[in-house]
């Protein structure tokens, strides 16, 4: 299976970096966007939607391992420490807005003069 041969490092970085995690990555995070009202419009409940929401978490989360496992299959050494320097940050900025999530409390807000 090709998802389990790039996780064991055996994938051309070429392939996991352009195919796995640029293309697929974009799709995997524009298409829920992209379709979310649709599929709320097609009655997909909520526990739907979290649950496309899990899938691109574990997609972004494959790709991004299969690319530090396969960082270093190419010609050029450099690349793969490249590759494992993208992958690093790329996941540290997909998961910085969780880190900062917060649901702001409600102000009350009272009128005092009425003009």
Known sequence: MRFLKSLR????????????????????????ILFAEWLYDQGVPL?????????ELAFVIWAHASLWMCAFNSGHRWLGYVARIYSFVALVAFFLP??????????????????
């Open 98 to 115: 969780v880190a900062f999530y917060h649901r702001s409390s409600t102000i009350d807000v009272e009128i005092v003069s009425d003009r």
């Open 47 to 55: 526990w739907g939607l979290k649950l496309i929401a899990v899938a």
């Open 9 to 32: 490092g055996e994938q051309r970085l070429v392939v996991v970096f352009w195919l796995y995690c640029i293309l697929g990555t974009a799709g995997a995070i524009a298409l829920p």
